[in-house]
């Protein structure tokens, strides 16, 4: 299996007590001096330490995580009639670890008099399409560094919760990458009725 994945990871943090100070490049020294400088400071570790999947997708959740509660915070503090419970997960992609989403809140939206909306609000460290299959994400791109998202979902026979998508094919709600948008978007979604969606809509 580890030998199937393609991507490899350093501890740049680990470089820096070795990095040289500010000073003439080790290089130029030899060049007016002739000396080689035997100063650790000048010369990069033989080998980088490596990070394994497990350390990089840890970084990552951590990350996300972070940004998820702040996230959720904003939320809470924009109209007082608009609350979100605190369901805040990540995780990172199996295969590309430095990639991951946040997991920030669900809750019930009616529209008219139609049933009832469960929903997932996410974040991502990348952008993507919602697939209409099986699997979550298709067409995984790093030209942006966030993806904001909110989902339908369903509870499966088996009782966990999955994508309803019976809603748009692929149960997506918005997607987008701008913050201020996808607060709004989420705000109307939570909204109790009619009357307080107008009121985040002209925020």
């Not at 970084?59 to 007082?80: D, F, I, P, Q, S």
């Not at 299959?133 to 790093?142: A, Y």
């Not at 918005?174 to 009619?194: Q, R, S, Y």
């Amino acid at each position: 299996m580890e030998e199937k994945r393609k991507f490899r990871y350093f501890d740049a943090a680990a470089l820096k007590p070795l990095l040289p100070q500010p000073k003439k490049a080790s290089h130029s020294e030899f060049l007016r001096t002739g000396r080689i400088s035997r100063d650790k400071g000048d010369w990069l570790p033989d080998e980088r330490r490596y990070l394994t999947y497990e350390e990089v997708a840890e970084r990552t959740e951590k990350k996300l995580t972070t940004a998820g509660e702040t996230t959720h915070e904003r939320l809470n503090n924009v109209h007082k009639l608009i609350r979100f419970p605190k369901i805040i997960f990540s995780k990172a992609l199996d295969e590309r670890p430095h990639l991951g989403y946040c997991h920030v809140t669900t809750a019930k939206t009616r529209f008219d008099r139609n049933r009832p909306i469960v929903w997932s609000f996410y974040i991502c460290n990348f952008v993507a399409d919602i697939s209409e299959n099986e699997g979550f994400f298709q067409h995984i791109r790093t030209d942006y560094s966030r993806m904001y998202f909110a989902v339908a979902m369903q509870q499966a026979e088996d009782g966990r919760m999955q994508i309803d998508r019976s809603i748009r094919g692929n149960g997506l709600l918005f997607k987008t990458n701008d913050p201020a948008e996808a607060l709004k978007n989420v705000l109307v979604l939570g909204a109790p009725d009619e009357t307080v969606r107008e009121i985040i809509r002209k925020l």
